[in-house]
């Protein structure tokens, strides 16, 4: 079955950077255009980046652009967000999901969601 596996969130302070990796299988993985949202406590599920099957395009929530970058690698069926100079409202459960429908910003857009992985930035 297909799994999505995220990691690498954990507790960090303001300004610094992390990466987040999510690792795909039972799927054509570099059939998929592939996005990261999060979802904070009391707000609704928030999309952050999208990325382009073949990683030729990339777009972002207006929230993070600047400060986050997504990549993927095919070959590794992998997809990062890297994010950089951290903030106290950046802390949520972050999720990638694998995109079947037509609009990049949209949770229904996206047929498959990993389990999600915690960011805590500490100010």
């Known amino acids: 079955q297909v799994q999505l596996v995220e990691s690498g969130g954990r507790l960090v302070q303001a300004g610094v950077s992390l990466t987040l990796s999510c690792a795909a299988s039972?799927?054509?993985?570099?059939?998929?255009?592939m996005g990261w949202f999060r979802h904070a406590p009391g707000k609704e599920r928030e999309f952050i980046a999208a990325?382009?099957?073949?990683?030729?395009?990339?777009y972002y929530a207006d929230s993070v652009k600047c400060r986050f970058t997504i990549s993927r690698d095919n070959a590794k069926n992998t997809v990062y967000l890297q994010m950089n100079s951290l903030k106290a409202e950046d802390t949520a459960v972050y999720y990638c999901?694998?995109?079947?429908?037509?609009?990049?910003?949209?949770?229904?857009?996206?047929?498959?969601w990993g389990q999600g992985t915690q960011v805590t930035v500490s100010s």
């Open positions: 999901a694998a995109r079947s429908g037509i609009a990049y910003e949209s949770v229904e857009s996206y047929k498959y």
């Open positions: 039972g799927l054509a993985f570099g059939d998929y255009d």
């Open positions: 990325i382009s099957w073949s990683g030729g395009f990339t």
